[in-house]
C-alpha cells in the first residue's frame, strides 16, 4: 500500500494471518494520523492491539520498541512528524472502575488538539470516550489470523 490515506481504512475489514501483517496494517495506519486524533481499540487479550500500536507507532516515525508494560497505563512519546509533537499509548486494561479513571488526567489527552492518543481496552473510558474518534475492533479468528474492523 503506498500513500494511504484515512478513507483507506474507514469502514473497512482487514485479515492479518500473521504479527507482522498486523504491524504493517498500523503503520499504514499510522501516516494518515493528525494532531487531535484519537484511536480507540478494542478486542481480547491477545486479539492483536499492542502489535497494531508497534506499527502505528513506527508509521509515526518512532524507532523505539513499543512494549505492553504491567504497570504503565499511560506512555508518551515525542514525535517529529505528522504535524504533531506527542503521541500517547494508553492501555486501560488494568484499570477497573471509573475511580481508577478519574485520577489519570485522560481528559485533557483526549481533548488535546496538539497529541494523537491510542487507547487498548477503549470502552473502559466509558462517558470520558470522545465522540470524535476512530474506533479499530480486533477479533482472534484463529491462531494466528485477526480480523480487524475500522468505523
Ligand atoms: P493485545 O494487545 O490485544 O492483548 P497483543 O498484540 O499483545 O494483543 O498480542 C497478540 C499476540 O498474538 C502476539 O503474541 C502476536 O505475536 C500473536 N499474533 C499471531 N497472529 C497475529 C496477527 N495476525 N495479528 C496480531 N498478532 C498476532
Ligand atoms: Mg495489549
Request: hydrophobic letters at 35%.
Amino acid at each position: 500500500m503506498n500513500k494511504s490515506r484515512k478513507k483507506d481504512f474507514f469502514n473497512k475489514v482487514f485479515i492479518t494471518n500473521n504479527a507482522k501483517e498486523t504491524q504493517s496494517l498500523g503503520e499504514n495506519f499510522g501516516k494518515v494520523l493528525r494532531r487531535g486524533n484519537v484511536v480507540c481499540l478494542y478486542g481480547d487479550l491477545g486479539s492483536g492491539k499492542t502489535t497494531f500500536v508497534q506499527g502505528v507507532a513506527r508509521g509515526l516515525g518512532i524507532k523505539k520498541k513499543i512494549i505492553s508494560p504491567t504497570f504503565i497505563i499511560i506512555k508518551l512519546y515525542k514525535l517529529k512528524t505528522q504535524n504533531s509533537k506527542l503521541f500517547y499509548h494508553i492501555d486501560l486494561y488494568r484499570i477497573e472502575g471509573s475511580k481508577d479513571i478519574e485520577g489519570l488526567g485522560l481528559e485533557e489527552i483526549l481533548n488535546g488538539k496538539e497529541s494523537i492518543a491510542i487507547i487498548e481496552w477503549a470502552e473502559k473510558l466509558k462517558n470520558l470516550m470522545p465522540a470524535k474518534r476512530i474506533d479499530i475492533k480486533f477479533l482472534y479468528e484463529k491462531e494466528n489470523v485477526r480480523k480487524v474492523t475500522f468505523s
